[in-house]
């Protein structure tokens, strides 16, 4: 699409694919020297405690409703950056022990719909 390519287009946050999310983590844990750190079960673990700040987020509020809509803008940013790192941290792994997750992921979808036949639903 016109003018709508590579670093222009992840700028506006639009149509950006896990291999450019991949790119970028593995930009910023280099220019910090943080490659050491992030082993598979380093990953894991600080996944694990992303998952653990997106849970406090529903934490006591009872059943929500869609798109929230009783939420405060600042909330819902809030958990925005919450299931971002969560998904920050997943895309690393995945790139970390060397599975391309949008493959693995399209390839679980078909796998799934195999499992469960919509006819028998
Ligand atoms: N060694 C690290 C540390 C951080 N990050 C990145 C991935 C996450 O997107 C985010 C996590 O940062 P914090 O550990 O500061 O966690 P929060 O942003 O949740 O801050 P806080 O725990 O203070 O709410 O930074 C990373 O890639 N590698």
Redesign the pocket.
Known sequence: MGGQQGDERDESGMDISLKDLSRK?EE??KARD?EK??SPRNLLL?MVG?VG?LSEIFQWKGEVARGLPNWEESDKEHLG??L??VL??LI?LADICGIDLGDAAAKKIVKNASKYPAKLF
């Open positions: 983590l910023f844990a943080w750190y992030h600080a992303e700040e950056e919450e971002s790192d920050l941290y690393r």
